[in-house]
């Protein structure tokens, strides 16, 4: 994907490598982007950045992520993949050493210390809400098939009308999940949210695996059958579908039903059904809940 920037070079902005690192940072993961005009120092995820003719700064915004409580970990990589290329050092923490990086999430708040001791970084603070509203609607009306529908296995891109684009719920998930009713820009609001996100199938997970990462996790529910462990409408109805109420055998009556009557313990059961089963649970659940606000606040 190529993001165009009309930003000149010479611009102020510019002076300092660190000026373009940017943190979002949650109660389960630390999201960061950062700005490298040659890419030598980005790991995989990165797109590039260049430019239609006009003068602009060419490079790659690089992505990285950490778990939360591994924030030690990303303050290493901080110091290294970004302070240090720029030539920025951070030695005794003088007012001179300090950094302004903007910064969002809880974290923003709980870290903000530890960051400003340990790179020299002051935050500069950002709204959650509001970054993540302006940020969803710019990619709405910037970027080319942002939007896609995924049924069935199969994705399909949809055609963003831009002056048809509000109201429209925005679901966002994180360790929580918020559900939000955007009318435009900057006008939003929080209607409903659930606290079954990402941090339950990351702490469910690793009670009930041996897993001790968000990305092991994922990667071994996408390994698992969850129809092992979950009640299907077909197994209620001897595989058939409940087509009377537009039910059909493969959808799940129950997650985790069919542990109530196998006779089996946690350890019979393979540890990637388990993750794959706990996986769908979370994510319809959310779809659930998303659905319905969708249809009676929208």
Request: hydrophobic letters at 35%; glycine letters at 12%; proline letters at 2%.
């Amino acid at each position: 994907m190529i993001v165009e920037t009309g930003m000149d070079p010479k611009d102020s902005l510019f002076s300092t490598q660190i000026s373009h690192l940017a943190l979002d940072i949650g109660g389960t993961l630390i999201k960061l982007v950062y700005f490298s005009p040659n890419g030598d120092n980005c790991e995989d995820g990165s797109i590039v950045v260049g430019n239609n003719g006009c003068s602009a700064v060419q490079g790659r915004l690089c992505f990285a992520k950490f778990e939360t409580r591994k924030i030690d970990d990303c303050l290493d990589f901080i110091r290294l993949n970004i302070l240090q290329h720029s030539g920025v050092q951070h030695t005794n923490g003088t007012a001179r050493d300090k950094l302004s990086v903007k910064a969002t999430g809880g974290g923003a708040f709980k870290f903000a210390d530890l960051f400003k001791e340990k790179l020299g970084i002051v935050f500069d603070k950002e709204d959650e809400m509001h970054s993540l509203v302006c940020g969803v609607n710019f990619l709405l009306k910037t970027v080319p098939r942002e939007a896609f529908t995924y049924l069935d296995g199969q994705k399909e891109f949809v055609q963003i009308d831009h002056n048809d684009l509000y109201p429209y719920l925005l679901v966002n998930i994180g360790s929580g999940v918020s559900m939000i009713k955007v009318d435009g820009d900057g006008k939003y609001e929080r209607i409903s949210g659930t606290s079954l996100g990402g941090g339950t199938f990351l702490g469910l997970g690793k009670l009930l695996t041996n897993c001790k990462s968000f990305d092991e996790l994922l990667e071994l529910s996408h390994q698992g059958n969850n129809r092992v462990i979950d009640m299907l409408v077909g197994d209620i109805y001897g595989g058939t579908d409940y087509s009377k109420i537009g039910l059909s055998s493969t959808a799940i009556a129950s997650s985790f039903g069919k542990a109530i009557s196998d006779g089996k313990e946690l350890e019979d059961y393979q540890p990637e059904d388990v993750a794959r089963s706990l996986l769908r649970m979370i994510s319809n659940n959310i779809g659930q809940v998303g659905s319905c606000k969708h249809f009676h606040a929208l």
